[in-house]
Structures are given as structure tokens and as C-alpha cells.
T-cell receptor, first 112, second 112 residues
């Protein structure tokens, strides 16, 4: 257990489904992140929340919707996904933007 | 746009060898550089963090160097062991609203 907990570990969903990924940290960190890891591509930063405020990332499709209700929890709401969205979704937290990153174990998402 | 390249993409060596993993980045205006380890199906574990003002960091059998002006970092692993088998990821942080920018990683196999 790394201190950042992600659920579920695995998720299979149809293209018309709506699901949510959950991330939780009790490390007292101020920033939380969603990253996407696809085969043969670098980890891609999707969203950053710093002190519960979202930093916009205009390159992420609107079918991905983040939510940060408090400093310990982060969600990624998914709807009408495409097969190419299948990937490992990693949540991370850090004390500040550049230091002390802790990653969760990820959610392996398969879109069918 | 910052790009991070890791060479080699994969490496297989016998146990006991010393080895070097390479990382290069296109924009030298970084705040810090980090090396992570990722085991199959798992999240990332932070290994070493080098601030932009530092030249190297050491932790046990690992030594990471940074040449910021040339946009290069190396991770040196001494006396490699089968337990070192994993994917090693290099990431840079530019500061501000950015998260980390990652390379694709080096997949390392240490043969017993």
C-alpha cells in the first residue's frame, strides 16, 4: 500500500456506460493528479488539482470529467468512452507540484 | 513542448553487472528531474529526485546524475540483481501549473 488508494483495480465498460474511478490519499498532500498510461506511450498528464482547484488541461476529451470534493479524494467520471481510451489510469498526489510524488497502483480500464 | 526520451527502450543483462540508463529532455528550463520504477501492473515508486541546482543524487546502489545545460540525466545501477527488473521512468518538472513530463521508460531485465 503506497498511501494512495485507487478503486477499482480493474474495470471493463461498454462505450455507452458511465463509470467513475476513485482515488484517495491521507498523506496530507496538497496536489492530486490523473495520468493515463497507454501501451508504448509516455504517461500523459490529464488533470491537476492543487488545493482543490483544477488546472485546466484542454487536450483531454470532455468524456473524461474530474472531480475533487476535498483534498483527500479525487474522482474521474467516464462516459461514452472509446476503445482507444483503454489504458492504465494512475492517480498521484504530492506535497507540492514538484516534490514527493506518490502514485497509486492504478485502474486498468478496458472499453469494449 | 517538453519531450523526454529514454534510451535504451529495453535492456537485458546478467546479474551482477553495472549498468547505465539514459534520459534526455528538450527544454533545459526544468525545476527538477525524477527517476521512478514501475513493476508490472503496479503504480510508480519514486527512486531519486535531483533538483536543477544539483549534479547527482545517490541512494544505495543507485546514482542519478543531471547535466541540465545539455538536457541529460543518467541512472547508474551498481551490481544489478534480479529484483531490479522493472521499467524505469524518467520525468521532468518545469514548475508552475505543469505536472511531470515522462519518458516512455526503459524495460530492464536482470537475468539470474
Amino acid at each position: 500500500e503506497t498511501g494512495v488508494t485507487q478503486t477499482p483495480r480493474h474495470l471493463v465498460m461498454g462505450m455507452t456506460n458511465k463509470k467513475s474511478l476513485k482515488c484517495e490519499q491521507h498523506l496530507g498532500h496538497n496536489a492530486m493528479y490523473w495520468y493515463k498510461q497507454s501501451a508504448k506511450k509516455p504517461l500523459e498528464l490529464m488533470f491537476v488539482y492543487s488545493l482543490e482547484e483544477r488546472v485546466e488541461n484542454n487536450s483531454v476529451p470532455s468524456r473524461f470529467s474530474p472531480e475533487c470534493p476535498n483534498s483527500s479524494h479525487l474522482f474521474l467520471h467516464l462516459h461514452t468512452l472509446q476503445p482507444e481510451d483503454s489504458a492504465l489510469y494512475l492517480c498521484a498526489s504530492s506535497q507540492d507540484r514538484g516534490h514527493g510524488y506518490t502514485f497509486g497502483s492504478g485502474t486498468r480500464l478496458t472499453v469494449v | 513542448k517538453q519531450e523526454v526520451t529514454q534510451i535504451p527502450a529495453a535492456l537485458s543483462v546478467p546479474e551482477g553487472e553495472n549498468l547505465v540508463l539514459n534520459c534526455s529532455f528538450t527544454d533545459s528550463a526544468i525545476y527538477n528531474l525524477q527517476w521512478f520504477r514501475q513493476d508490472p501492473g503496479k503504480g510508480l515508486t519514486s527512486l531519486l529526485l535531483i533538483q536543477s541546482s544539483q549534479r547527482e543524487q545517490t541512494s544505495g546502489r543507485l546514482n542519478a546524475s543531471l547535466d541540465k545545460s545539455s538536457g541529460r540525466s543518467t541512472l547508474y545501477i551498481a551490481a544489478s540483481q534480479p529484483g531490479d527488473s522493472a521499467t524505469y521512468l524518467c520525468a521532468v518538472f518545469r514548475g508552475g501549473a505543469d505536472g511531470l513530463t515522462f519518458g516512455k521508460g526503459t524495460h530492464l531485465i536482470i537475468q539470474p
